[in-house]
């Protein structure tokens, strides 16, 4: 598995954590000192053109932030699956982005930029600061009038990649570019407007220009890694965890985990829809193998407590989406024990055990349906107390690596 | 305004009086490959990216729940941030905020350039700017919550990972402050 990101609440306890985030936050506010964000004139002259740091300066620490991160990616040394990808509300992140411009350029700062300047004792920037903290008490009065809206358009984890279906490398070079441009188109503004004398901007920009492309072909030539690559540098260890059964939870540990309030149990039945319309466990949700590609970003924002327990008629199927779910990273899952064949067989009524069907085949459905009643059958959802059941359990929740909320959480 | 030689001394205030003489600003593109760094270690490290509003945000929250915590209990969207017994500064983005305070103050420190100041156009009085301040701070605050994110933790951490969402909030930000830019010329110019 790839070592990074880190679980760090695991490394250094609750708090402990958080001193990492302060050294990141520290490092964040020099940063954005020492390139003049703190002076909001020199935020607004990016609107006039006559001083482009702001767009220089973001830019560029989006490409060379991009460009690490997928070459780790592609390393395997970092895991894109665990970083947060702020998910996409379309429309109230235009609304809010140009009601955001036009704060810009009204108070001259952003919410970031404003604590470097309250910081540095610029009285703009406290005034700003207070008004941040009054728009923001404004929206959480507010924002239930409208919730509707603010929680539309929502595309989820939804990348540029996933939108242009370009390989993640090509897309990499294509914002390289973009950026280049933007910064050459930059400088000529600056010239034209801000009297700049075009002399005055370092050479080695060409060679730093240079070296990210460098950067972004040796991503786009290595690739990303397909689930079959993650699985590769994973099966050694997993494939004895599968062979040892600690993952393979028997029925009654699915029912028991099912009533534990503490948890939320997310059963994955990974049959065809029509074996899952002739009996299936209630709550449980039917992803064939092939949609589960579709659903994992979705798992990753499920919370922390979450348990997935995949299921098949017996376990093949639900063996190889415990494995692609694996792959990706996504904590907590289990498959269960013999499937539904054994499920039935453990709660069915006589009724529903009668009509054995010995002569089906792997992984099929080995009892005979006349019709399909799906989750309305006692067997369904057994009652636990009628249930003396003995087995081994063996869920443990283990950290969740992935953030549940990021961006401005 | 325009009378600058070189991109270092762009629009610095001329450190008179002050016996400290403030440091010119670093090159844009030097600040933008750092910041860069500092927002892949972030990712490298930890999975999220930078956040300001957010740590601004549960900060309010945390004093509105110590002024009327029934109100913050009956809220919806205050709920998932402090309802009940949830300490709202129980949040990794407000330790990046109380970073991003301190790096700033040492950086401002550490070059001269702390110093008691209103940074504005030449045509409009200190009152007028702060008032400016304040109004366009609000939209920001406002505006930030609506897109879940600001500059920070949509555009720059959400652009970096390439999210669909985050590039399009980052044009808005630019058309937006561009649309009115034209406009305003007359408060920074």
Same mark, same amino acid.
């Given at each position: 598995?790839s070592?990074?990101p880190?679980?760090?609440?695991t490394?250094?306890?609750?708090? &402990? ?35 482009? /740091?702001? @767009? ?19 390393? &395997?040394? @970092? ?10 509300y ?19 700062f952003?919410?970031? /930029? ?7 004792? +610029? ?8 008004g941040?903290?009054?728009?923001i008490?404004?929206?959480?009065e507010?924002?239930e ?9 929502y ?14 490398g090509?897309v ?6 973009m ?23 370092? +050479?080695?920009?060409y060679?730093?220009? &240079?070296?990210?492309?460098?950067v ?6 290595m ?33 028991e985990?099912?009533?534990? /309030? ?14 899952y ?30 348990v ?10 639900? /063996? ?5 779910l ?10 269960l ?5 054994n ?15 010995? &002569?089906a085949?792997?992984?099929q459905?080995?009892?005979i ?24 359990? +063996?869920?443990?929740?283990?950290? +969740? ?8 959480g | ?9 762009a ?10 003489v ?12 750092? #910041?860069? #760094? ?8 930890s =999975?999220?990216?930078? %956040? ?13 729940d ?11 969207? *205050?709920?998932d941030?402090? $309802? %009940? ?10 330790f990046?905020?109380?970073?991003t ?19 504005? $156009?030449?045509?409009?009085s ?12 609000? *939209?920001? $605050?406002y505006?930030a919550?609506?897109?879940? $994110?600001?500059?920070? %933790?949509?555009? #720059?951490? =959400? ?10 909030f ?8 561009? #649309?009115?830019?034209?406009? *305003? ?5």
């Amino acid at each position: 598995m790839s070592p990074f990101p880190l679980s760090l609440s695991t490394i250094f306890g609750h708090w &402990g954590a958080y001193v990492v985030y302060l050294i990141i936050g520290f490092g964040f506010g020099y940063v954005l000192e020492i390139a003049g964000f703190g002076n909001s004139k020199k935020l607004a002259a990016q609107f006039y053109f006559k001083d482009l /740091t702001v @767009l220089k300066v973001m830019f560029s620490a989006i490409i060379v932030a991009m460009s690490l991160i997928f070459t780790a990616s592609a390393l &395997g040394l @970092l895991d894109y699956n665990l970083i947060w990808v702020n998910p996409t509300y379309l429309w109230p992140g235009i609304l809010g982005g140009l009601i955001m411009g036009f704060g810009f350029i009204i108070g001259g700062f952003c919410p970031g /930029t404003s604590m470097v300047a309250a910081a540095t004792a +610029k009285i703009d920037g406290i005034f700003f600061v207070l008004g941040v903290f009054f728009g923001i008490f404004l929206f959480g009065e507010t924002v239930e009038n409208y919730s509707v809206f603010w929680t539309s358009s929502y595309l989820g984890r939804f990348t540029l990649q996933d939108w242009l279906g370009l390989p993640t490398g090509v897309v990499v070079l294509i914002v390289i570019f973009m950026a280049l441009f933007m910064f050459w188109g930059g400088e000529k503004l600056e010239v034209i407007f801000g009297g700049k004398n075009p002399a005055s901007e370092p +050479k080695w920009r060409y060679a730093a220009a &240079g070296a990210l492309v460098l950067v972004g072909v040796f991503a786009l030539v290595m690739g990303q890694p397909t689930a079959e690559d993650r699985w590769a540098r994973l099966a050694p260890e997993k494939n004895a965890v599968l062979a040892n059964r600690e993952v393979q939870i028997h029925p009654g540990e699915l029912l028991e985990i099912t009533s534990d /309030t503490t948890l939320k149990v997310m059963m994955l039945d990974v049959r065809s829809e029509a074996d899952y319309n002739l009996f299936h466990i209630l709550d449980s949700r039917n992803i064939p193998l092939a949609d589960l590609p579709n659903i994992v970003a979705d798992l990753h924002f499920e919370p922390a407590n979450t348990v997935f327990v995949t299921m098949s008629n017996d376990e093949e199927a639900a /063996t190889e989406a415990w494995k692609y779910l694996v792959a990706e990273a996504v904590p907590n899952v289990y498959i269960l024990e013999g499937g539904i064949n054994n499920w039935i067989a453990t709660f069915g009524d006589d009724d529903l055990t009668k009509r054995f069907n010995a &002569g089906a085949g792997d992984d099929q459905l080995c009892y005979i349906f006349d019709s399909a009643l799906g989750e309305r059958y006692s067997a369904a959802e057994p009652d636990a107390e009628e249930f003396e059941l003995e087995y081994v359990p +063996k869920v443990k929740l283990e950290i +969740k690596r992935a953030p549940t909320s990021g961006g401005c959480g | 305004m325009a009378t600058y030689t070189s991109s270092e001394t762009a629009v610095q205030e001329p450190a008179k009086k002050a016996e400290r003489v403030a440091k010119d600003y670093v090159n844009p593109y030097f600040a933008g490959i750092l #910041l860069g #760094l500092v927002l892949f270690f972030a990712f490298f490290i930890s =999975g999220n990216g930078l %956040g300001a509003s957010g740590g601004m945000n549960r900060m309010l929250v945390f004093i509105e729940d110590l002024i009327a915590p029934q109100h913050v209990d009956r809220t919806p969207y *205050l709920i998932d941030m402090a $309802g %009940g017994n949830k300490n709202p500064l129980d949040s990794w983005v407000v330790f990046v905020s109380v970073g991003t305070i301190l790096g700033g103050f040492v950086s401002g420190w550490r070059n001269g350039r702390f110093k008691v100041e209103t940074n504005k $156009g030449p045509n409009i009085s200190n009152k007028m700017r702060w008032m400016m301040a304040f109004i366009g701070g609000a *939209l920001m $605050g406002y505006g930030a919550r609506m897109a879940r $994110g600001c500059t920070s %933790g949509q555009a #720059l951490s =959400g652009g970096a990972v390439l999210s669909v969402g985050s590039w399009a909030f980052m044009f808005a930000v630019f058309g937006g402050a561009y #649309l009115l830019a034209y406009s *305003l010329r007359k408060f920074w110019n």
